[in-house]
């Protein structure tokens, strides 16, 4: 079950960084933290999980935006969205950005899933590109995250030839034949991932931007 969205909510630093910070340590205090390799050089990598509807509308002026910097990422998508906005998948791609493979339906208990059905789930999403877009993705990321490994998972990961993005944590390392390419933690909520989502969409209070840009250079620091 996800975190239900409030309309109303109130903008100060202060009370965000606590009610984060509360929240998090007391739901995702099991929370997985991975450590791989890396070498001296800094890379930046960016992606957008685009899980609802206004997600993709927003989508045309990131490519554009990216486009005029000369920078790629990567935008995880399920099927029911790519199968409602083909000219924005089609966008996607001809501007040279990659698109994971966000399962097929995006449910909303990925975590708990069998084999079976994760299987079903990522071959389905597979076919489906394959089929309307001739585009094969290469990467995976979960729906609404993974706390822990899944190695049923990452044995449909390793069958299919993809990598994985859903974990927390620094450097690439391989989980059972699989590339994990971890996402980066806050650096004030180390549970959390560094996104736009726990800084403006979280319940009852949301960080300034501002204050996401500050995080933003310490991370750039480090």
């Known amino acids: 079950m996800g975190i239900p969205r409030f309309r109303m ?3 100060n630093d202060a009370l965000h960084s606590l009610s984060v910070g509360v ?11 991975v450590y791989g390799e890396w070498t001296e050089d800094k890379c930046i990598c960016l992606s957008f999980d685009c899980d609802y509807r206004k997600d993709m509308e927003a989508c045309n002026s990131i490519v554009e ?16 969205l790519a199968m409602d906005f083909p ?9 040279d950005h990659e698109i994971m493979n966000h ?30 877009y001739n ?11 993974l706390r822990k490994k899944k190695r049923e998972l990452f044995k449909v990961l390793s069958e299919n030839k993809m990598y994985d993005s859903s974990l927390l944590g620094y450097g690439v390392l391989d ?10 933690p806050c650096p004030e909520h180390p549970l959390m991932a560094f996104d736009t989502y726990h800084h403006f969409r979280f319940p009852f209070f949301s960080s300034s931007e501002g204050k996401m840009l500050k995080l933003w250079k310490l991370l750039l620091q480090t």
């Open 135 to 145: 585009y094969l993705p290469r990467g995976f990321r979960s729906p609404h995250g």
């Open 175 to 184: 989980i059972d034949g699989v590339f994990e390419i971890p996402i980066t």
């Open 23 to 33: 929240i998090s340590s007391a739901l995702l205090w099991r929370r997985e933290i």
């Open 103 to 132: 399962t097929f339906s995006h449910p909303s208990n990925f975590k708990k899933l069998s084999y079976g059905r994760i299987k079903s789930e990522v071959e389905a999403f597979q076919d489906f590109m394959v089929k309307t």
């Open 87 to 95: 000219e924005i998948v089609e966008k996607i791609i001809r501007n």
């Open 9 to 11: 909510k109130i903008r």
């Open 65 to 80: 935006l990216l486009h005029s910097e000369d920078v790629l990422t990567s935008f995880a998508l399920h099927a029911r």
